[in-house]
Structure formats: structure tokens, C-alpha cells
């Protein structure tokens, strides 16, 4: 059977000085496979869009930021993700430069800039805690990572980069 997983983007907007990330804390919506944790911003591709356009769309409609810079730090292939068992496949971007301020929050939650230092104390998907370091460590090369998933627990991890 193909692997025909659903596309998406995630991104992590650092703080003009490099020390925060803009994280969503998912609390809006009750019936949010994510409530209680907090997440990067991003979502679902649209039609005729590329992953660079769905992530700037994404940090937009979610943040209300105009990105001016952002770098692909890596890809990740999610099955067995979704509230259904639905395929994902990520597009991890870091951004590091936009225009404007963020709301207080959006339809999904509050919005928070965290210290870098601190992310790990966040509630989050158990999995984020194992690609987190690599979105923000100084490999230049992207990474990407197999993570599936079964009965909303992470089953294993692993990755490569050149």
C-alpha cells in the first residue's frame, strides 16, 4: 500500500534576540487532539501551495507575523499520528526573522514566548522532546526523522542527516 500521509508544516519563530520561541499553548478548543500542550505553530497544506507558502501562511493566520526569514531544518514522517491513525508528514522550519507582534493568543490556544532553555519543561507530545534539540542545534544539515505512532503514544524514533 503507498504511504499517502497528510502534508503539513510546523515552525518555531524565535524572539528578535534568539533566546525565546513563540509556542501555542493548545487550550482553546476542547475537542483538540493537542489540548493542554504546547505545540510550534503550523498546519496543513492547502491546495496548489508549496511547504514554504503553507508555512508562511500558517505563521500568518496563527500569529499574525510576516516571516522575513526561516530555514527547513528537517522533516518528519509521522504514521499513525492522526485522532484516526491518519499518516503525517512534517516540514520542520525555524524562523528567524518577522514583521510584527503576536497576539495574546489565536483560535487554538494562548500564545507564549518560552526561554529556549525551558521548552523541555513544557506539557508536549512526548515525541517533540526527541526532535526539539535538532530544530534549534547548529548542524547546518536538515535531519529527518521517522516517528510512528500508535494509539497516540510514540512507538520509536530515529533520523539521519546529510
Excluded: C
Excluded at 6 to 19: A, E, K, M, N
Excluded at 127 to 156: E, I, T
Amino acid at each position: 500500500m503507498p504511504y499517502t500521509p497528510i502534508t503539513g508544516t510546523l515552525g518555531y519563530v524565535l524572539s528578535p534576540d534568539d533566546r525565546q520561541v513563540l509556542m501555542v499553548h493548545r487550550n482553546a478548543r476542547k475537542d483538540d487532539q493537542h489540548l493542554g500542550k504546547y505545540n510550534g505553530l503550523g498546519g496543513k497544506l492547502e491546495n496548489n501551495e508549496d511547504v514554504a507558502e503553507g508555512m508562511l501562511r500558517e505563521i500568518r493566520e496563527e500569529a499574525d507575523i510576516t516571516v522575513t526569514a526561516m530555514e527547513l531544518r528537517g522533516t518528519i514522517s509521522w504514521p499513525g499520528f492522526g485522532p484516526n491513525g491518519e499518516d503525517w508528514l512534517g516540514f520542520i522550519f525555524l524562523i528567524t526573522a518577522f514583521d510584527g507582534t503576536p497576539p495574546a493568543d489565536n483560535d487554538e490556544g494562548d500564545l507564549r514566548w518560552v526561554l529556549r532553555e525551558e521548552l523541555m519543561d513544557l506539557p508536549m507530545w512526548e515525541g517533540d522532546r526527541h526532535f526539539l534539540p535538532l530544530v534549534f542545534d547548529s548542524d547546518p544539515r536538515p535531519f529527518h526523522g521517522v516517528m510512528p505512532y500508535q494509539n497516540g503514544k510514540m512507538v520509536s524514533w530515529r533520523f539521519s542527516r546529510f
